[in-house]
């Protein structure tokens, strides 16, 4: 995605909306990649916007058979993609080729998982267990002379997955501490191909 100002009014201007628009309204976004060609700003704009709004994504690379015949190899692109794409290295990666009519089904099935995998619900006890374990390895950062403490947590949603982290202060939590406990849950919890989406939220203490 380019700068509004720069493509308004123009054909790219309205074909960015209608990327936009099928985003939105998606249950799962296939990212069609060019294996025979380098990152574009606009392939990584569309990328980030589907970052932004955790929709599970299959990285979906076509002309493979270009790329196979260059000598690449899927190890390879992986690397490329993790370094172009880090906002999407939870996703899966499927590599096509249309001419060939490989792995078509494979893209699919792939789009089919993430999606399941993104109405799963964790139950309490295994979520608190997990995120318990997390502390105990990484202790967030003491800020102001305050110790954060996390109290419990549950998960509120799904498409996203959304979890809810009590805290004693949510100002001595940042994006980083969220995205590793995000990697913790992936790693433990059928919902390893999918966003994630925590946040941290003040106890509530009890009226009077």
């Known amino acids: 995605m380019r700068k509004r100002r720069v493509v308004e ?102 789009a089919a998982a993430v999606y399941a995998q993104a109405g799963y619900r964790a139950p309490t006890g295994p979520l608190n267990r997990i995120i318990e374990d997390a502390e105990t390895r990484r202790f967030p950062r003491v800020k102001r002379s305050r110790v954060p403490k996390i109290l419990y947590v549950t998960q509120t949603g799904v498409r996203p997955p959304t979890i809810v982290v009590f805290v004693n202060d949510r100002k001595l939590f940042g994006d980083e501490y969220a995205r590793y406990l995000a990697n913790r849950l992936r790693e433990q919890l059928p919902f390893n191909e999918v966003p994630l989406r925590i946040h941290f939220r003040d106890r509530r203490r009890p009226e009077a």
């Open 9 to 110: 009014g123009t054909a790219d201007f309205y074909a960015q909306a209608r990327a936009s628009e099928a985003i939105r309204r998606s249950d799962v976004v296939l990212l069609l990649i060019d294996a025979a060609r380098k990152f574009s700003q606009i392939d990584k704009g569309i990328a980030s916007e589907v970052a932004r709004s955790s929709k599970p994504v299959v990285l979906s690379v076509t002309k493979w058979d270009l790329a196979r015949a260059a000598g690449k190899t899927p190890e390879d692109y992986r690397s490329y993609l993790a370094q172009q794409l880090p906002m999407l290295d939870f996703a899966p990666v499927v590599f096509l080729s249309a001419l060939e009519g490989f792995n078509i089904d494979a893209a699919l099935e792939a």
